[in-house]
């Protein structure tokens, strides 16, 4: 009796492992996914903006945005409305989020 105890103890244990091991991993992926469906704000920027204000945000044709402290709500109206005369729209081109994530990183940019 007291082995048989024992032995479903150890049964519980090795169930416990094997089933937290099945479940860490499926959640791994499931977290990875997030990450890779969100923005990436930095690439949005390399894409549609950098030929413009610069890789790193130092200007170029367009203005300097780095370290201009531009808030990123006034960002995202001038992206998806435009600045005329040269500055062109993209509330066409880009997805709502791309635009959020896109404004909360030109307001971050550091002057070098
Ligand atoms: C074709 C070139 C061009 C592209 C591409 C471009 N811009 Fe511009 N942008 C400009 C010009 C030129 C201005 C200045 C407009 C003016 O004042 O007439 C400007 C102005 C701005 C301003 C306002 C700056 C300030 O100090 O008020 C922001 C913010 C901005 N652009 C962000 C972006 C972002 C983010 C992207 C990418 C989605 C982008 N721009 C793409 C040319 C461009």
């Known amino acids: ?11 519980f244990a090795i169930a416990a492992v094997t089933l937290n091991a099945s479940f860490a991993y499926p959640a791994a992926k499931l977290k990875d996914k997030k990450v890779a469906s969100k923005p990436n704000a930095a690439k ?16 170029k044709s367009g203005p300097q945005l780095a370290g201009k402290h531009l808030k990123a709500s006034t960002v995202e ?6 600045k005329p005369p040269k500055m062109p729209a993209f509330g066409g081109k880009l997805k709502g989020s791309e635009l959020k994530a896109l404004a ?9």
């Open 104 to 112: 909360g990183y030109v307001s971050s940019m550091k002057a070098k």
């Open 1 to 11: 009796m007291r082995l048989r105890h024992r032995t479903g103890a150890v049964l």
């Open 44 to 59: 949005v920027y390399g894409a549609n903006c950098a030929g413009c204000h610069g890789a790193h945000g130092e200007g």
């Open 77 to 82: 109206a001038i992206v998806s409305k435009g």
